[in-house]
């Protein structure tokens, strides 16, 4: 076999998937583990999401409505945007991909920060454009960084918000400031998929700029069901933006991207916006909480506005994270990402957190980080 590979294709590092827990037991002989690495909601979806996608079983032999017609509605009624300002994706990934599929072509540029969700950089280097990626700033984005960078071919530029994996956030003096002095032909994408763990009155008004885009640049914002409605396992986001680009992100959508399960569960959840508002204060608790506890033991908890938040563990975050993984308790080292003496940690359920301190307290000891 022979096979001409575009070089651009050849040198994608794929994503890399973390263990299924049930293979981390068995490799590290464990049982009864807890993860605390990927930014999961511990107390699962709504009863009515769960109900609802039980029902919606019933029509597996028919496809899923392509239009996502009632969500769609839902969700602009929830977010009082217009349903042609809505693109739904499995998950607000894949709005990056048709992002990047409508407006990127070969040697076109694309600006991120590092570290942030690599998927943005993939996306581009498979349409063979090119990364200009800039390195975070305090761990903020560097945003008088990246305004000296943008050129005559940057098509988008890609901001987390608040940003994985230090959790922080810029606020609308930022955003405003930032946006008018970028040439109107870029399209600004602010990737909130944690916005809703920030208090509702710091957040960005991303529909004011996405309707008022004259002589300014286009604002697209990214959301998800996985964090705050604990519908990781479905794979439904979405994106905010002006009804001309959503127009063109369905030419590039395939049909059907929206499973029935998906729909169903998705739709139900917001119909349940208690259960949402209590995830959001037993989140904003258990990150006190364990903030608290984390800098009583002499470590430094990095400030946050997400569900999961830094800590300098005052030694090398690799050797605690398999020490932990012995205990039962899986963390996120940040090695990799530049901060070598740091773990992520999510919040988690109450009995979580507290293992996770007790287990954090004996490893340090064990390390002689203490």
């Not at 050797?319 to 988690?348: C, E, Q, W």
């Amino acid at each position: 076999m022979k096979l001409n590979i575009p070089e651009h294709i050849e040198n994608i590092v794929p994503y890399p998937p973390g263990k299924p827990l049930e293979e981390l037991e068995r490799e590290y002989g464990i049982t009864d583990s807890i993860k605390l690495a990927s930014n999961e909601n511990p107390w699962g979806p709504s009863p009515e999401a769960v109900a609802a996608i039980q029902d919606s079983l019933q029509g597996l032999h028919r496809y899923p409505d392509g239009s996502s017609f009632y969500l769609t509605e839902a969700l602009a009624r929830w977010l009082g945007a217009g349903m042609d300002e809505v693109v739904l994706g499995n998950g607000s990934n894949e709005v990056i991909e048709f992002l990047v599929k409508a407006f990127v072509n070969t040697g076109d540029e694309v600006i991120t920060s590092h570290p942030s969700f690599l998927m943005y950089q993939k996306f581009v280097q498979v349409r063979g454009g090119k990364n200009t990626v800039l390195p975070l700033k305090d761990m903020e984005h560097d945003l008088e960084g990246i305004l000296e960078v943008v050129s005559e071919k940057t098509k988008l530029i890609f901001l987390d918000n608040p940003n994985n994996p230090c959790g922080t956030f810029f606020s609308g003096e930022k955003f405003i400031s930032f946006l008018n002095r970028l040439p109107e032909t870029v399209i600004l994408v602010l990737d909130e998929a944690y916005v809703d763990f920030v208090e509702p009155e710091k957040r960005i008004d991303v529909l004011s700029y996405i309707r008022h885009s004259e002589g300014v640049p286009a604002v697209v914002a990214l959301r998800t069901f996985s964090k705050a409605f604990g519908l990781a396992g479905l794979r439904v986001g979405f994106g905010l933006m002006h009804r001309k680009i959503a127009g063109l992100l369905h030419r590039v959508r395939q049909p059907f991207n929206i499973n029935l399960p998906a729909q169903a569960g998705a739709l139900a959840a917001l119909s349940d916006i208690s259960h949402y508002n209590q995830n959001l204060r037993k989140t904003k608790a258990g990150r006190m909480w364990l903030s608290d506890q984390v800098e009583q033991l002499g470590c430094r908890p990095y400030p946050s506005s997400t569900n999961f938040f830094l800590i300098d563990v005052g030694g090398d975050a690799t050797r605690l994270y398999d020490a932990m993984l012995h205990k039962g308790v899986i963390v996120r080292s940040m090695k990799a990402y530049g901060y070598p003496n740091f773990i992520r940690i999510t919040v988690g359920t109450e009995a979580e957190n507290a293992r996770f301190i007790k287990a954090l307290t004996d490893c340090r000891s064990e390390l002689g980080y203490v």
